[in-house]
């Protein structure tokens, strides 16, 4: 009975090999990198990730030969963009309304009518259908395309066909590629529709943008990327549009960085050897990373620095005798609960708590502190105002 059940799950199945999984994957995490910061469109990085696992789930039932679940997980990645956008830029009141609709299973648009209302009510699609036609027909046409697999409008998309895809009568090097297209035809509108949140993805491209941005949650896409599942005429358009305009003229006039400014800024990473050039702009920098570059400058011996809570720190080039690579925030939130305050052992290094007005650091040192290092460190952050 179990061969039986085993021959009829698997008969009309033919697994097979995508020849571009690995690029496909590399794009999907590009997508997943750039979540949005902002506030009333926290619900938009739920569906970055859901569409995202949409599009790892169509590649993954595709190898195992469930091509017709693999096209409806597309096209649901498609659908899910697009409710991202319809519940980030409809009208506030309105964005309630149907953002309660969505969660209650209540009465909600389709793809197609959530894109007819964006046209006429939406804040930001309405620009960008305007100024990006081609991607919105390149959107339509794909759409409709993997509509006729998801419903099974021809022969060739039934299984138990005699034209089934993988029979002899049809080229499985063809099957595989037009799906691959549809993958990539797929990344490219979920990465597209990201943008109409925030245009960080971009903006974070631009060198000069670059160094007068702060950290948030995007890295920003490739270059390799945009040219790829963007593509250099809708990155032309796009940049025209009010979303892209507006958020660059708000933040072109900001004080551009220094490099070595920007690494603190972006990667939490100081450059002992550029203090002086960190200090000209130190103006620039939060208080957590003044704070940090204080006590790296204080001390040749003080390689990196913790901030209270233990997800944060501020690495250097300096040298660490730590002898694995692996931090925890029990860890640090041990030491900073420990009497003893300096000069505690970390697996090959040490550590020492200080305190710079009302806020406790943790200063990792690859030598001990002698007692007169200790003093010195204590008269000068005692001092600060």
Not at 35 to 55: H, V
Not at 109 to 137: A, R, V, W, Y
Not at 198 to 212: A, G
Request: contains cysteine.
């Amino acid at each position: 009975m179990n061969n039986y059940k085993e021959w009829l799950k698997n008969r009309y199945l033919m697994p097979v090999k995508l020849t571009q999984k690995d690029e496909f994957y590399t794009a999907i995490l590009e997508i997943e990198q750039n979540f949005t910061g902002r506030i009333d469109a926290w619900l938009a990085n739920t569906f970055i990730l859901e569409a995202s696992q949409l599009l790892i789930n169509s590649i993954e039932l595709f190898e195992l030969g469930y091509f017709d679940c693999a096209y409806y997980s597309l096209r649901e990645a498609i659908e899910l963009s697009t409710t991202m956008v319809y519940l980030s830029d409809l009208p506030e009141n309105e964005k309630k309304e149907k953002l309660k609709d969505w969660k209650k299973r209540n009465n909600f648009p389709m793809q197609s009518q959530m894109i007819n209302q964006l046209k006429t009510f939406g804040l930001i699609i309405q620009d960008m259908k305007d100024k990006m036609p081609d991607f919105f027909t390149q959107l339509y046409s794909v759409n409709n395309q993997i509509n006729k697999f998801v419903h099974k409008q021809g022969q060739e998309f039934l299984y138990v066909s005699r034209n089934h895809p993988c029979t002899k009568s049809y080229k499985l090097e063809e099957f595989i590629a037009e799906f691959e297209k549809y993958v990539s035809q797929i990344i490219s509108i979920v990465a597209i529709m990201r943008l109409a949140i925030d245009p960080f993805p971009i903006l974070l491209t631009d060198d000069e943008m670059y160094h007068r941005l702060f950290q948030g949650m995007s890295e920003g896409y490739s270059e390799k990327f945009i040219n790829q599942y963007i593509g250099q005429n809708n990155l032309t358009n796009y940049k025209t549009t009010d979303i892209y305009t507006s958020t660059y003229n708000s933040f072109i006039n900001n004080e551009k960085r220094l490099d070595c400014v920007t690494d603190i800024v972006m990667h939490q990473c100081i450059d002992a050897n550029k203090l002086d050039e960190i200090n000209s702009q130190i103006h620039l920098l939060d208080n957590d990373a003044v704070n940090s570059v204080l006590l790296i400058s204080l001390n040749d011996k003080i390689c990196k620095v913790f901030l209270s809570d233990g997800f944060l720190w501020y690495s250097s080039n300096r040298k660490s005798n730590k002898k694995t690579s692996e931090y925890s925030s029990q860890d640090i939130n041990n030491f900073m609960q420990m009497s003893q305050q300096y000069n505690l052992e970390y697996d090959g290094d040490f550590i020492s708590k200080f305190q710079i007005r009302e806020t406790f650091y943790l200063a990792q040192h690859n030598e001990q502190l002698t007692l007169e290092e200790i003093k010195d460190i204590e008269t000068i952050i005692k001092n600060i105002k």
